[in-house]
């Protein structure tokens, strides 16, 4: 049974930052690439950024790369989204998923695993 828990959500003002992280448990963590994806009630599920299971390389999307940064700590079974000069438009519900495979994967409909989500509230 694999479960994905997210926390370090919060309200910040704009330009500021908050660093996200989710714990995983029932799965092989360094097999598994993990992905940060993000959503407003109503709309698509968006990605933010992957990682594979090594670490060794990430992906982001063009609107946070610069200032987000994904990062993971295997020893731990944790990933990190840590991210920094926060806009308004970074609203949203963020979700930590998990894939096993050695890629670096953006679509949502690759990951098998999924945490329930925290809000991240950004205001101007």
């Known amino acids: 049974q694999v479960q994905l828990v997210e926390s370090g959500g919060g309200l910040v003002q704009a330009g500021g930052s908050l660093r996200l992280s989710c714990a995983a448990s029932g799965l092989p963590f360094s097999s598994y690439a993990m992905g940060w994806f993000r959503q407003t009630p109503g709309k698509e599920r968006e990605f933010v950024a992957s990682?594979?299971?090594?670490?060794?390389?990430?992906y982001y999307a063009d609107s946070v790369k610069g200032r987000f940064t994904i990062s993971r700590d295997n020893a731990k079974n944790t990933v990190y989204l840590q991210m920094n000069s926060l806009k308004p438009a970074d609203t949203a519900v963020y979700y930590c998923?998990?894939?096993?495979?050695?890629?670096?994967?953006?679509?949502?409909?690759?990951?098998?695993?999924w945490g329930q989500g925290t809000q991240v509230t950004v205001s101007s």
């Open positions: 998923a998990a894939q096993y495979g050695r890629g670096t994967y953006s679509n949502q409909y690759e990951y098998t695993s």
């Open positions: 990682i594979t299971g090594g670490g060794g390389s990430a």
